[in-house]
């Protein structure tokens, strides 16, 4: 029964970490979206091909659309365009903050768990393992989620022997 149950847990945890990644894929998309359209409507060159580049750097644990955006603006201020400057750091962190909710709440909705455990998760991976810890999560929570999923469904069939 345990050998069963835990093959059962591995098979789920892999179609987790599929939906784990189609969530990523649904933000991946959202930032470039919202990254395109603040581009345009701010007049950039190449608005929607920076979108793309950012949002794909975005994808980076950590550091993440920081590391274009930060250096982007404060050259913007350096060069004089203060105004630039600001609209890209009120995007930066709007969609910083955007993505901060959003995530946790696709990846518990599409994984069928609470909200906030992909958030633990998360952070304890992190101050375990440091930065590794951002994979070590991706990889725990459809653990998790498998195991839940695979318990509440031996308990629905006990329940139903009874």
Known sequence: ????????????????????????LKLLIFTM???????WLLDITNAWLIAIGISLVALLP???????????????????????GWWLFAI???????QEIIQPILIG??????FWLPIVVTIVATMIFNLFGVIVASILIPL???????????????????
Do not use: C, H
């Not at 029964?1 to 599929?18: A, S």
């Not at 989620?145 to 509440?152: D, G, N, R």
């Open 1 to 24: 029964m345990q050998t069963n149950f835990w093959k059962r847990v591995g098979l789920q945890t892999i179609d987790n970490i599929k939906l784990y990644f189609a969530a990523e």
């Open 33 to 39: 979206l919202v990254y395109g359209v603040a581009f």
């Open 62 to 84: 950590v550091v993440g659309s920081g590391i274009v955006f930060i250096p982007w603006i404060l050259i913007e201020w350096l060069q004089g365009d203060v105004q630039l």
């Open 92 to 98: 930066y962190v709007g969609v910083e903050i955007a």
């Open 109 to 114: 909705k599409d994984l069928k768990i609470p």
């Open 144 to 162: 998790i989620a498998a195991y839940q999923q695979v318990k509440a469904v031996d308990k629905n069939q006990d329940s139903d022997k009874i």
